[in-house]
């Protein structure tokens, strides 16, 4: 991909994330290929298609922001671009309860005929953040 493209998925990549925990997941959803895959945090979340992969990222969440954000471009094909990062996932103020955790993303970016388009996106925690249900 030429740069200006890469930095445009680069972009996107740290809009799609701010948007969705602001409640916002049109945007990510809308960049998703219609074949995608996403694998989030939780176990159930290992889903093949745009469809199902948007009923999953409407679900109920809390709004938050991101801190300490890092982002990176890892690869780069000619039409396949891998941008990986971490941060802090942080409560808005107006939630009654305070948490931040850190994760990992990578999102896989094509470029196709109708723009950069998302083929799978991973989002993960640290193994020592999560408590077991006790």
């Known amino acids: 991909m ?3 493209v890469v930095q445009e998925a680069l972009e996107l990549t740290r809009e799609c994330l701010s948007r969705y925990w602001k409640l916002d997941p049109e945007l990510v959803i809308s960049c998703c290929a219609e ?15 745009k469809e199902a992969t948007a009923e ?31 941060y ?21 970016w094509e470029q196709m005929p109708e723009g950069l388009k998302i083929r799978h996106m991973h989002i993960s925690n640290p193994l020592g953040e999560l408590k077991a249900a006790g």
């Open 88 to 108: 802090l996932v942080t409560t808005d103020e107006s939630v009654e309860f305070f948490l931040q955790v850190q994760q990992r993303c990578t999102f896989v």
């Open 56 to 86: 999953d990222l409407r679900g109920t969440m809390k709004p938050c922001y991101l801190m300490e954000q890092e982002f990176f471009v890892v690869q780069n094909t000619g039409t396949i671009c891998t941008v990986a990062g971490r």
């Open 35 to 49: 074949d995608v895959l996403w694998t989030g945090a939780l176990q159930k979340q290992f889903i093949v298609g």
């Open 2 to 4: 030429q740069k200006k």
